[in-house]
C-alpha cells in the first residue's frame, strides 16, 4: 500500500509556479501494477522520485508499507570508477542481499560479457541500462517502480525484461510510467491519470488508458 497525504509538490523558475502535485489524497492497492499516466511534463517521473524518497515533496507525506524500488533501470547512483560487478556488490551489502547471487544473477542477465569487469565510464547508456535492472530486478521488492526501462535494448533484450518483470509480479506490486499502450496492457491492471495536479485511480485499466487517451486528443 502506497498513501499520499496532502501530497503537493511545487517548483519555481523563474518567477514561475509550476503545481505537478495539488493537496493529492489517494492510495495505490497493494498487489496491483499500476500504470501511471499523463502528458508529458505532468509529472510522473517527479511523483515516482518521491515514492523512492530520492525528492521530497513540497508539504504532504507518502505513507508506504511494504519495501519499495528505487526506480527500475536508473543508473544514476552508480560509481563510473567501479566495474558493473563492483557497483552490483555495493548495492548488494546496501540492500542486505547475498553479493555473489545478486552478482551471478546480474552477470547472467545483462549479459555484458567482459564488460561486467570494467569501469561504468566506458559502458555506453544501453550498457548501464541493462546493468541498472539486471541489478533492480535482481532484489526483492514489494513494490517497483518502472520508468519507462523495457524500452531499453533489442526486442530479444525487451521481452527478456518484460518476462522477468512478470515473473516478480507474481509476488509484487508496481507502478509504471511508459508512454506505449502495448507495454501498459502487458505490465499493469490498473491505471492512475495525472493531470493538472490531480490524479484518478482506475481499478479498470482499459478505463485508466481511455481517460488518458481523451487528454492527448484534448
Given at each position: ?21 495539488d ?70 551489502r ?6 555473489d ?5 546480474v ?30 530486478m ?81
Amino acid at each position: 500500500m502506497i498513501q499520499f497525504q496532502n501530497l503537493t509538490k511545487v517548483f519555481r523558475l523563474k518567477g514561475q509556479r509550476n503545481t505537478v502535485l495539488d493537496n493529492v489524497n489517494m492510495t495505490f492497492p497493494t498487489g496491483r501494477s499500476v500504470a501511471l499516466l499523463g502528458r508529458n511534463g505532468a509529472g510522473k517521473s517527479t511523483l515516482l522520485k518521491m515514492i523512492a524518497g530520492t525528492m521530497d515533496p513540497t508539504s504532504g507525506k507518502i505513507v508506504s508499507t511494504g519495501t519499495i524500488s528505487w526506480p527500475v533501470g536508473f543508473a544514476g547512483s552508480f560509481h563510473l570508477d567501479l566495474t558493473g560487478a563492483q557497483n552490483t556488490r555495493f548495492i548488494a551489502r546496501i540492500y542486505g542481499v547475498e553479493t555473489d547471487a545478486l552478482v551471478e544473477f546480474v552477470q547472467d542477465f545483462a549479459n555484458l560479457g567482459k564488460h561486467f569487469h570494467q569501469p561504468l565510464f566506458s559502458y555506453s547508456s544501453g550498457m548501464k541500462s541493462r546493468l541498472a535492472f539486471g541489478v533492480s530486478m535482481g532484489i526483492s521488492f514489494d513494490t517497483y517502480l518502472v520508468d519507462e526501462v523495457t524500452s531499453v535494448g533489442d526486442a530479444a533484450f525487451r521481452d527478456k525484461s518484460s518476462e522477468l518483470f512478470n515473473a516478480r509480479m507474481q509476488n509484487s506490486g508496481s507502478i509504471v510510467v511508459s508512454h506505449s499502450p502495448s507495454m501498459v496492457r502487458r505490465l499493469c491492471d490498473a491505471a492512475a491519470v495525472l493531470e493538472q495536479g490531480r490524479i484518478t485511480y482506475y481499478d479498470d485499466l482499459e478505463e485508466g488508458i481511455e481517460h488518458h487517451e481523451r487528454n492527448m486528443k484534448g
